[in-house]
Antibody
Framework: QVQLQQSGPGLVRPSQTLSLTCVIS??????????WNWIRQSPSRGLEWLGR?????????EYAESVRGRITINPDTSKNQFSLQLNSVTPEDTAVYYC????????????WGQGILVTVSS | EIVMTQSPATLSLSPGERATLSCRAS??????LAWYQQKPGQAPRLLIY???TRATGIPARFSGSGSGTEFTLTISSLQSEDFGVYYC??????????FGQGTRLEIK
């Protein structure tokens, strides 16, 4: 049974960096078949895919156009986890952030983390 | 970007009734569509992928159909635990893929 456990702060100041971690159990971040994703949900933007990381002989990262330039997703094989960093946040980045697995690199997303509400406010 | 439009916004039905949720795409594609159920305070749960294939552990009362621009999620006989918000997601144009805005299903 795959489980994804998220951690990170629930409050981030404007212009600072949002950092979240997703620990994987029951699968491997280095799996050749899966991709590991970050998705957020807000009343104004709905469900929005942010980016993914996956391994096929080397690491690949892909990011949504809406956050490209501000986002970094990093795998950590030693801890079997992956992380999200979103720079220069504004109140519009306030959302519930989820990590999720896509078992065949592309959707659907079959396992999700529990979600963390991140509020951007001074 | 493919825009996904769900209807109705809210559906209120009694246990035992049949629920039909619609998802319309702004561009045609064959079957790269998923349905998710979300309950308050929880992450979305995958119900259907490939437009019509039930995910592991999903009861047979849930079924998906459609292709092109019209897709449907049907719950044949509503149970009280089926309340929540249902989202469709296209992954034909991926990444980024796009989600619909959701249909809220209320159980009378």
């Amino acid at each position: 049974q795959v489980q994804l456990q998220q951690s990170g702060p629930g409050l981030v100041r404007p212009s600072q960096t949002l950092s979240l971690t997703c620990v994987i159990s029951g699968d491997s971040v280095s799996s050749y078949s899966a991709a590991w994703n970050w998705i957020r949900q807000s009343p104004s933007r709905g469900l929005e895919w942010l980016g993914r990381t996956y391994y096929i002989s080397k690491w690949y990262n892909e990011y949504a156009e809406s956050v490209r330039g501000r986002i970094t997703i990093n795998p950590d094989t030693s801890k079997n986890q992956f992380s999200l960093q979103l720079n220069s946040v504004t109140p519009e980045d306030t959302a519930v952030y989820y990590c999720a697995r896509a078992p065949y690199r592309n959707p659907p997303f079959d396992y999700w983390g529990q979600g963390i509400l991140v509020t951007v406010s001074s | 970007e493919i825009v996904m439009t769900q209807s109705p916004a809210t559906l209120s039905l009694s246990p035992g009734e049949r629920a039909t949720l619609s998802c319309r795409a702004s561009q045609s594609f064959r079957s790269n569509l998923a349905w998710y159920q979300q309950k308050p305070g929880q992450a979305p749960r995958l119900l259907i992928y490939g437009a019509s294939t039930r995910a592991t552990g999903i009861p047979a009362r849930f079924s998906g159909s459609g292709s092109g621009t019209e897709f449907t999620l049907t719950i044949s006989s509503l149970q009280s635990e089926d309340f929540g918000v249902y989202y469709c997601q296209q992954y034909n144009n991926w990444p980024p893929g796009t989600f619909g805005q959701g249909t809220r299903l209320e159980i009378k």
